[in-house]
């Protein structure tokens, strides 16, 4: 056993949570990291959680929160890596630094690239440190950046010693797993999922077929817009199926989420292809809403292109009983099946077939949300989330003994 790798006996393992994320915001990172807080500190353990200096303040029982250092001049910080995040990663290292200084921490829990800041602090302190890896970041970037592919290797050598040097690793779909895997064979390794974050008993007042005036089949995405979310694959086939098949299909397209600029982006784009009359663009609604949003649709829509990461989306759409069409690539076939939601190829002739063939059959509908409710409320459940945490930090714990 390599002697860095051991923790320290402690009542209560006390832990620091680094989370290079504005937070609070509903969206996907911040809120798994909310989950993953919440869930430690109802087990006992002592969290520290270190975020950007971005975000709403929230009450977490048994969760201690701190900012990195306030930036004025740094303001919507948006998903994957960017100048903007570069810059609070320096600000937050000096926080850790700071809280390193201030408290004993038995075990760093690093998410996405914070584990480098780890890293750093392990060669001073010696804490050991746990690799949460959302995504791989070494694709991620070259994805957004494809000028910067040159530098892949550098990149994943980084990302290879950083799960080499962890006390262990938590992977948040199977190609994540895979890849860790790939570097390091014997290390500890948990794949942990997200979960449905449908509340059944959650209600509202905003009735979207009467708000909006849909009287025919509605389809409903969720999420950011992003370029990776697939926004205009969606379009582009929600265009072909209305044109090629317009006699059969009378459907509404309904947008939740994305920000000021992006759905202006998009509005242009729609009205481009001909179909701003059936295309709503709803902007943001409340993350403790989303089931009651979800269970209005018909249809739910994830046509994500890029990334290998499973959306965190597709599990509560799962749970809600909804049929669910997506693109048929690692980022959703690692989680979907053809059993349970309507899998197509990522180009528009496919995804407009798709459309037709869900909207076109109520059955088909039917059979696909049952069967996904089914696999959620088996595999990715809160209580499934809670014993598959608490049994990987008992096991790092015992590893490090």
Known sequence: MDPDLKMPKAEPLSILLLAPQPFFQERGTPIAVRLLAETLAAEGYEVHLLVYHEGEDIEMPGVQLYRSAH??????????????????????????????????????HAVEESVFLAQFLKLFTRKPYLYDMDSCMSEQIIDKYPRFKWLGSMLESFEKRAVRSSIGVIAVCRALEDTARSYAPDKPILRLEDISMVDENAGGDELLRAAYHVNDVMMLYVGNLESYQGIDLLLEGFAQALTTAKN????????????????????????????????????????????????????????????????????SYLGSGKAVLATRLPTHTQALSDEVACLVA?????????????????????????????????????????????????????TGE
Request: glycine share 8%; charged share 25%.
């Open 71 to 108: 930036l004025s001049f740094i303001k919507d910080i948006r998903p994957g890596m960017s100048v903007k995040k570069i810059i609070c990663d320096v600000f937050m290292l000096f926080k850790m630094i700071s809280l390193g200084r201030e408290h004993s921490f038995d075990l760093i």
């Open 248 to 315: 059969n299909v009378d459907a509404s397209l309904l947008i939740i989420g994305g920000n000021a600029d992006d759905i202006e982006k998009c509005v242009a784009y729609s009205k481009q292809l001909g179909i701003e009359n059936n295309v709503v663009f709803c902007g943001p609604r409340p993350m403790n809403l989303l089931g009651y949003y979800l269970k209005q649709a018909d249809i739910l829509v994830s046509p994500r292109t890029q990334g290998n990461n499973t959306p965190m989306k597709i599990y």
């Open 346 to 398: 990522p180009d528009a002739e496919s995804m407009g077939a798709g459309i037709t063939m869900l909207c076109s059959d109520k059955d088909y509908r039917a059979r696909l949300g049952e069967a996904g409710k089914a696999l959620a409320e088996k595999e990715y459940s809160m209580k499934a989330f809670r014993e598959k945490l608490s049994a990987f930090y008992k096991k790092i714990a015992l």
